[in-house]
């Protein structure tokens, strides 16, 4: 006689949205996704599971639906839900320095104490990122046990067969449990027909030892679609999946992490990774490509079970080196976290540190195939948090400190340079064509500079135009120098199918001097580069000055000097990316004399000197003017986004560029002029 042994469901759901997400969603997600979800629950008293809430989730809930955490308090306090940790704002703890780890553990652990009296003795990994040296992390913080992918299981030679328990891990003399993710489960349960679950559930109760499935599940997996009718029926489908595990009870028994974790469990050591299908997002794009196809043709195989858990993609750092834009948030956000440690202990400190921690909310440093890094209004909300850590930190400073400063801001090795007034602070990389990074503006916490290069994604598929599927070949800054033939027409630019003639985008340039006096500040760069045409090279120098002074004017002149023998004959455009974050919004324009147009037209003007822009949302007003007249093209910079079975198009930014001609003798040099002023609207 076969005798049949309960399996232990360990089912864990994560609710989380990125900060920054736009308030109706949050709105929305409360209501459509958690609430049913707590509904469910509660109705069901003797199911019980494990329930991870990020602190931007449950700060919304505080503030906005106190009936849903009396709602979860009480079946916490009943011991039908356990609570896990995590780091409050969802770092992923590669990000962000160790300090900060041991921070937002504390800070998710003092929460769920004064809201719900309870001590969390696991934690929530965002994407599976594992390093593992985290176990010090989390032993030092009290945390006893952690899921993760089971792809990293497989990666060391357990077959899945044998996932059905905990493992314990160590790094030095520490030690945590983690929880193999059954991934296959978690994304077909309740969804799969109710029948084929249960011959599931049938099979394992039939095995020798105790078998456990961990499920590890997104709230939103629960809400496919924003439509009513879809809203029911994925509401029906929640309901029938309690029903079933309340008639199953026999054979199904549920269980939290914790009442699971004790035991003596086998020991294993596991490589750095993430979940299975990140690791081949964070490669190179062509590199990715190859990599999808090697996975696609080892599904084929009969036996693709014996090599596939051994094919590794990249690891989730490797995101910072795909995306430049990622780079340069966590490049602000370390040289904050640095500068504000020089801080005493106290309320400046506090303040500007809460809001780095905020800044480490994980959803902005990567991009799968949608959202992310790409969403631009994700990148804003990681802005406004740091400039608002810059400007506690600025408060503290005092006068004698200077507002010009020459460092390694990027951790490259090279000195960056920061200017500041009253209303603004740049970001000048010179090793970068001497472009500026950022360009923000103080009273409304905004990077006037956050914009986004286009890519090829390997994701994008045959259906994608032609004329949307375009790779910049540089990242996107503001005042980047090129000298192009002088037939170049707007089109080449907006296609990225011009002729560059020059050696000066991303190439370095030397700081000539920085000086600061009387509220300016003032930083001279140059690049004695050259111009290239067919089995030819032709030096030209090109000197840039910047000077900022208060409150807010940024005078950029340029010095060209031809010292070749032969005469130079092109065209001189400095491209300036900027960004208002809506390219079709009535409240965020461009004005030209007396006409308004959207951030997301493209347009071509000759002869123009002077025009501005207005974001009413942000209180800025951006006053443009050049010493001589040009001709100046404007387009938005899309990239594609699947919507479905379709292509839709992100806005990212727009791009100015000013278009003077270049006719320099041997010898000869000329100046060019551009002014820009911030003022609050």
Known sequence: MVRIKPVTLLWVVHFHQPLGNFSEVFVRYANDTVRPFLANLDANPSIKVSLHFSGVIFSHLKKHHKDLMEQLAVMVARDQVELLGGGFYEPIFSLIPPSDIEAQLRMMSDWLEDEFHTTPRGVWLPESVWEPHFVSFLHKAGIAYALLDESLFTAVGWKRAQLFHPFRTQYLNDQVTIFPIHRQWSKQIPLQNMRDI????????????????????????????????????????????????????????????????????????????????????????????????????????????????????????????????????????????????????????????????????????WHAETGGVYSNYLRDAVYQRLIEAEKFLLADQSESDPPLVQTDYNGDGDDEVLLRTELCGLVAVPNYGGSLCEFNFWPSDYNLANTFRRRQEAYFTSDLPINRNIEDWHERRMFQDHFVPPQTNLTQFQQGTFVEHGDFINQP?????????????????????????????????????????????????????????????????????????????????????????????TLEIKNISSWRLEDTTRKLRWIWSLHLPATLWHFPIMTPSRIGNSWGENYQGSVFLVVWPLKLESGKSLEHHVTCVVEVL
């Not at 079970?305 to 590794?312: N, P, Q, S, T």
């Not at 080196?321 to 976290?337: C, D, I, S, V």
């Not at 300016?520 to 900022?548: A, D, H």
């Not at 974050?581 to 461009?590: A, K, P, T």
Request: hydrophobic letters at 30%; aromatic letters at 10%; charged letters at 20%.
């Open 198 to 365: 249960r011959a599931a559930f049938t099979q394992l109760t039939h095995r020798q030892e105790q078998q456990m499935v961990i499920l590890a599940q997104n709230g939103e997996q629960f809400t496919s679609s924003s439509e009513l009718n879809q809203i029911k029926q994925d509401q029906e489908i929640m309901a029938e999946w309690f029903r079933h595990l309340i008639h199953e009870q026999g054979s199904i028994q549920t269980s939290t992490l914790h009442h699971a974790s004790s035991g003596r469990w086998p020991l294993t050591y596991l490589p750095s990774g993430s979940m299975a299908d990140l690791e081949s997002h964070s490669m190179v794009s062509t590199a990715e490509r190859g990599f999808i196809e090697v996975r696609s043709e080892l599904h084929k195989r009969f036996d693709s079970d014996r090599f596939v858990g051994y094919l590794r993609g990249g690891t989730w750092l490797n995101f910072f080196a795909k995306y430049g834009e990622a780079r340069l948030m966590q490049n602000k956000l370390l040289w904050l976290y640095n500068q504000i440690q020089l801080l005493p202990q106290g309320g400046t400190r506090e303040e500007a540190e809460e809001r780095i921690w905020a800044a480490e909310e994980h959803s902005a440093y």
């Open 509 to 601: 340039y030397e700081i000539v001097r920085g000086q600061y006096a009387q509220g300016t500040c003032s930083i001279t760069l140059e690049r004695q580069g050259g111009l290239y045409f067919t089995g030819e090279r032709r030096p030209l120098t090109c000197q840039k000055n910047y000077t900022l002074n208060s409150p807010g004017q940024l005078d950029v002149t340029y010095n060209i000097s031809n010292p070749a023998t032969l005469p130079t004959d092109c065209l001189f455009i400095s491209e300036i990316n900027y960004t208002l974050l809506d390219g079709h919004s009535s409240d965020r324009r461009i004005i030209l004399d007396q006409r308004q147009i959207s951030c997301g037209e």
